[in-house]
């Protein structure tokens, strides 16, 4: 996050789940799938992981659903 007076002030997640992120990793299967991952922000651990072709909104959805229930609330 930055600040918006232009100080490139860069502040931090303070504890685990605080911020979550998707991280749409660069990666892929031996059969072209591509994995997208929903990380925590501050311990960068995986917090849902889906493998799939494509991935909507709804598909998003899910998985925040899937890893609040995991997780609890960020």
């Known amino acids: 996050m930055w600040l918006n007076d232009g100080s490139g002030k860069h502040l931090r997640p303070l504890p685990r789940n605080h911020v979550w992120s998707f991280d749409f990793v660069q990666a ?6 591509r994995p997208r991952m929903l990380i925590d922000a501050h311990s960068r651990a995986y917090l849902a992981l889906k493998v799939t ?6 598909g998003v ?12 609330n960020p």
């Open 61 to 72: 959805i899910e998985a925040q659903a899937e890893a609040m229930c995991l997780h609890g």
């Open 53 to 58: 072709r494509r991935i909507n909104s709804l």
């Open 28 to 33: 892929q299967t031996h059969d072209g799938r």
